[in-house]
């Protein structure tokens, strides 16, 4: 019995050991894996998620460098790789080398050139440092070996009021020397300053995005009115970075304008077209040497966004947590900042920290890929491509790439299989116009033949098929409803006439649903039987019913709504006339779909316009129809017809007001009495 208690002390002592073994491990394990997510900005699909493109490398705290960092507001990296940090509440510049070693700090010492709360740093290429002295209200030049050159306070200039505080926070020179500031809480742009400290102008100022309502306001209200209206004010630029090809890129933050990233060139020309980039949490932006951008955001999903040249976002990672001290997650970024290993360098002002995030393999093939693919030289990136679909095949411009290269290489099949596969109309419509060029090439004659002997064969069938029509004895109800079928046809090109048939005219029920469900049929038919360009994308991912909605309820409310105004304003016509009537009136879509559907599959998109003169007749042809409808069923002059028209639409309006909000109702009351449902069962 002995024995087995101590083969039980033995087992018990192993067993506390493994357990204490695996607590140990347990922090290491969970540290390998990543504390965000990283997600492909696809511009069909939205966002992917995928294998990292930026790992977490390390963090530098600021230990041994005579004294902690404390709330870091910039962090610059040169052209040596070294790295310069705006040490705001040390009031101090920290230099550190290319591995994160401390090399040595500079403006900390009483004298000439003593900084006070530093928010921005900035270094030329001949190794001069430019301080914005925030606390100081001054711009401070060093010398590369860190002594004081000179300091540059307010400039004089009448543009710059007793109220205008000059409180730089960033700073960029240009080779010439000009000095180019974010000043705080100013809406007037950056402040450009000669190399002697003069004062030459704005730059760059972001413009005031007005809704509908401000556009409203302007065209209604006079100049006094307007001028009691509280002003509607830009985003304000948050920070400034100099590109290698000489562009200024502006950051700004904020909703109350477009552009939040801006690429300048010397005349103030944003090469981005101020577009939108749906990150209203932008504070800084990087640039690599192959002029992809990397902005750093504050917000609680994501923290650093990654762009191409021409400023489509690319991929998205990082995550945001307040009160963090963790690898990889950020809790107040204020400056982010890249060396050449591509490595990411982000100042957290509020962890008073610095994360170091490192490039993949699969970010490294991808990005070389990408570089070349925007360079034009599509050969080299052809095995950079086919590993990055090696590691995931979900990325469109993979295919892209490879498509370009077949191009290229005139594999026009191939070409037109990978833009299809890359969504990308404009490089399909290419590879088609070659093929469609070579097949006519080879087989015009054949073409040719085979046209006329189509055009004649539907000729010749139509004249047979109306004899064997006319000859045969038909049941009265299908001459009824051959006859009204033909009168639809009849309307299309003698509208007053059609119409004036329809009036105190019963049209049995069968053809008016028929026709309806023929609508619906050939919109359905044209989603999927158009060629690629016409729907470039996934039509898995293609909303039908949504897109059915929005042919099916406008044509109801336009029935009740032109009943409803019309038996107000006077008009004869009955409900079941202006169904009816209504209902002939949409044939032109069921007629010129069909061509215009069997068309798309033919033409490139130079050729487009030939669509768009189909469609653009087809709605002109209905919205005619439905004016002679009105002016017709109800007996209306031209006038009349028109008013009632303008009428009936804005009856719609409201129709479709009062149906949301009275949707919203039903379903807060809905949500209403679940919860009570939900409430009386837990307490049950």
Request: glycine share 8%.
């Amino acid at each position: 019995m002995q024995m087995f208690g101590r083969i039980r002390k033995d087992l018990a002592v192993k067993a506390i050991a493994c357990m204490l073994l695996l607590g140990l491990w347990a922090p290491q394990l969970a540290s390998a894996q990543l504390p965000y997510y990283t997600w492909y900005n696809d511009l069909n699909a939205g966002n992917i998620r995928t294998q990292p493109i930026y790992v977490p490398d390390r963090i530098i705290d600021g230990n041994g460098m005579e004294g902690a960092l404390s709330s870091p507001g910039d962090i610059y990296i040169a052209d040596d790789d070294h790295v310069y940090i705006a040490d705001t509440g040390n009031n101090r510049i920290v230099e550190l080398n290319e591995k994160g070693e401390y090399v040595r700090s500079i403006g900390h010492e009483e004298g000439p050139g003593k900084l006070t709360q530093p928010e921005g740093v900035f270094v030329a290429e001949d190794g001069t440092i430019y301080a914005a002295n925030t606390g100081g209200q001054s711009i401070v030049l060093y010398a590369p070996d860190g002594s004081f050159l000179r300091e540059f306070k307010k400039p004089e200039a009448t543009a710059l009021t007793a109220d205008y505080h000059f409180l730089p926070t960033k700073i960029v020179a240009d080779r010439r020397g000009v000095m180019y500031i974010v000043v705080k809480d100013t809406f007037l742009g950056l402040l450009r300053m000669s190399p002697e400290g003069e004062f030459t102008g704005f730059f760059g100022a972001n413009k005031a995005k007005l809704s509908w309502l401000d556009r409203l306001k302007r065209a209604l209200l006079n100049e006094g009115q307007l001028a009691r209206e509280i002003a509607k004010q830009p985003n304000p630029i948050q920070n400034a970075t100099l590109s290698d090809d000489g562009f200024l890129v502006t950051t700004s933050s904020g909703k109350a304008s477009d552009g939040q990233i801006k690429k300048l060139n010397a005349g103030g020309f944003d090469a981005f077209g101020n577009k939108e980039f749906h990150q209203d949490n932008l504070v800084d932006t990087a640039i690599d040497r192959n002029g992809f951008l990397y902005g750093l955001n504050r917000n609680n999903i994501i923290s650093i966004s990654v762009y191409d040249p021409t400023g489509e976002a690319v991929f998205y990672f990082g995550s945001t947590q307040k009160g963090a001290r963790q690898l990889g997650i950020t809790d107040y970024g204020i400056s982010i900042d890249i060396n050449s290993a591509n490595e990411l360098w982000v100042a957290d002002n509020a962890s008073n920290l610095i994360q170091v995030f490192k490039r993949t393999s699969f970010g490294d093939t991808y990005m070389t890929a990408s570089h070349l693919y925007f360079e034009g030289d599509y050969e080299r990136s052809r095995s950079y491509w086919e590993e990055v679909i090696r590691q995931n095949g979900m990325l469109n411009i993979a295919y892209n790439g490879l498509g370009k290269i077949a191009l290229h290489d005139r594999d026009y099949a191939a070409a037109l299989d990978y833009f299809k596969q890359s969504n990308d109309p404009e490089g399909y419509s290419d590879a088609y116009w070659y093929i469609r060029y070579e097949w006519l090439k080879n087989n015009f004659l054949l073409a040719v033949v085979v046209l006329v002997a189509g055009i004649w064969g539907v000729s010749f069938g139509a004249r047979r098929l109306s004899a064997f029509v006319r000859k045969r004895s038909w049941p009265p109800l299908v001459r009824r409803y051959a006859g009204e079928l033909r009168d639809a046809l009849y309307l299309m090109f003698h509208p007053y006439n059609g119409f004036y048939r329809l009036k105190d005219r019963n049209i049995s029920v069968a053809v008016i649903v028929f026709l309806l469900a023929l609508a619906v049929a050939v919109h359905i038919w044209s989603v999927f039987a158009s060629g690629f360009i016409a729907y470039p994308y996934d039509l898995g991912e293609y909303n039908l019913p949504l897109s059915l909605a929005f042919l099916i309820v406008p044509w109801v409310t336009w029935v009740i709504a032109n009943y409803l105004v019309s038996t107000v304003k006077g008009g004869e016509g009955r409900f079941r006339e202006v169904l009816q009537a209504s209902t002939f009136a949409i044939v032109p879509y069921i007629v010129i779909t069909i061509p215009a559907t069997i068309l798309t599959n033919f033409v490139v998109l130079e050729e487009w316009i030939i669509i768009d003169l189909f469609r653009q007749a087809m709605w002109i042809w209905i919205i005619v129809l439905f004016l002679v409808m009105t002016q017709v069923i109800h007996n209306f002059d031209f006038t009349e017809a028109i008013k009632n028209a303008v009428i009936t639409l804005l009856t719609i309006g409201v129709i479709w007001v009062f149906a949301t909000i009275i949707s919203g109702l039903v379903y807060n009351f809905y949500d209403f009495i679940a919860q009570i449902y939900r409430e009386v069962t837990f307490r049950a």
